[in-house]
């Protein structure tokens, strides 16, 4: 049994169609409810009401990066950087496209650049260092894989500065020096949420 439809908010919508908040809480609680096809006509509405809105195109930005369609997210967040430049989640966007892309020299420079732009945001700074545990965590594993252990540890040596105190560097530092079980036997990726 699926739940009701969010009567107030729909009636509210029939008097003020081009309200864009409210056809904002209207897209997440279709998209939460799994009903994607009316979670994007809900935003074309609001793209129709307000072309300009931001967070329409983060939105619509997102619904594309989950269904991995790189490109088309790719332009959906760079336009709502040049909709609103001064806000750092057009950055965040860009920047976890190019992750996944494997760009990572432009996922470092939009992560970084979201932490110039707003220095005192901490969810740039967040993403930011979480982007920063990953790469590193990848490198580890590559140096390790092809023998260089002087530049694998470099790479721990650094993981332990950037979180020394987080549950996830203690649990990745318990799997990287856990004896293998075999002769292949590397520890598996973690993946970083410090």
Known sequence: MKP?????????????????RALHILYKW????GRLDEAYGTL??????????????LYIGNMAYEERDWDTALIWFEFAALLAPDIPPPLWGQADVYEFQGRQDLAELYFRKAVELDPDDEQSARLYANWRLRRLVEQAHQHRAEGRTDAADACIREI??????????????EEW????DGPDDH???ANSGA
């Open 187 to 189: 520890p598996s990726e």
């Open 177 to 180: 020096y856990r004896p293998p």
């Open 30 to 33: 279709y998209r939460k409810q």
């Open 4 to 20: 009701a439809e969010p009567a107030r908010l729909l009636r509210y919508l029939e008097r003020y169609p081009d309200d864009v």
């Open 160 to 173: 332990q500065e950037l979180a020394p105190d987080s549950d996830w560097t203690h649990r990745f530092l």
């Open 44 to 57: 074309r509405r609001a793209l129709d009401a307000a072309p300009t809105d931001v967070w329409t195109h």
